[in-house]
T-cell receptor
Framework: AQTVTQSQPEMSVQEAETVTLSCTYD???????LFWYKQPPSRQMILVIR????KQQNATENRFSVNFQKAAKSFSLKISDSQLGDTAMYFC??????????????WGLGTSLAVNP | ETGVTQSPTHLIKTRGQQVTLRCSSQ?????VSWYQQALGQGPQFIFQ???????GRGNFPPRFSGLQFPNYSSELNVNALELDDSALYLC??????????????FGPGTRLLVL
């Protein structure tokens, strides 16, 4: 079975500092996608960043970047210059084939991040 | 561009009742996936609809059923509600198969409480 593990249930960081959230996954697929989503108290799941496994270059989106280690099946999220609005639950997710070209998401349990002023 | 919308935002039901949750997909998206998120957990895949057909199902009993309409909006129906069905129900839309696009975009969710 394919699984996603987030080993840090809670983390905190001071405003303007950098924090790294960890994620490992297990799969027998060779081509797949990985995602980080954030879920603030408003509950809406918001895409932060995505990585395609066949791309060696790590994805970046403004202050958010990933460290993708395919052989180690590791996919960590780095948040630079943390802002109060980054306070949220962060979920790592792996996309698994459903049928045809469509996929479903397999999720970790999440990391609750608090950014302190 | 209109995002994913869900209705209602909150719902309270009693055990044994039936409920219907609704989702409107993002413009141009033909695939809708439903997830159940229990308190303190990550979402769990319920099923996915592509062009009005069920396209995959997670480990949920048959009393969880769905529909997708020609405009790609979708419904999730749950019969014979149980206390453990209390959760946040998330709908996500994406582009499937031809014009394949990997990313799923989520609605704000429906919070269901079963008493």
């Amino acid at each position: 079975a394919q699984t996603v593990t987030q080993s840090q249930p809670e983390m905190s960081v001071q405003e303007a500092e950098t924090v790294t959230l960890s994620c490992t996954y297990d799969t027998s697929e060779n081509n797949y996608y990985l995602f980080w989503y954030k879920q603030p108290p408003s509950r809406q799941m918001i895409l932060v960043i995505r990585q395609e496994a066949y791309k060696q270059q790590n994805a970046t989106e403004n202050r958010f970047s990933v460290n993708f280690q395919k052989a180690a099946k590791s996919f960590s999220l780095k948040i630079s210059d943390s802002q109060l609005g980054d306070t949220a639950m962060y979920f790592c997710a792996f996309s698994q084939w459903v049928a045809g070209n469509n996929r479903k998401l397999i999720w970790g349990l999440g990391t609750s991040l608090a950014v302190n002023p | 561009e209109t995002g994913v919308t869900q209705s209602p935002t909150h719902l309270i039901k009693t055990r044994g009742q039936q409920v219907t949750l609704r989702c409107s997909s993002q413009s141009g998206h033909n695939t809708v996936s439903w997830y159940q998120q229990a308190l303190g957990q990550g979402p769990q895949f319920i099923f996915q609809y592509y062009r009005e057909e069920e396209n995959g199902r997670g480990n949920f009993p048959p009393r969880f059923s769905g529909l997708q309409f020609p405009n790609y909006s979708s419904e999730l129906n749950v019969n014979a509600l149980e206390l453990d069905d209390s959760a946040l129900y998330l709908c996500a839309s994406s582009i499937g198969v031809a014009g394949f696009q990997e990313t799923q975009y989520f609605g704000p969710g429906t919070r269901l409480l079963v008493l």
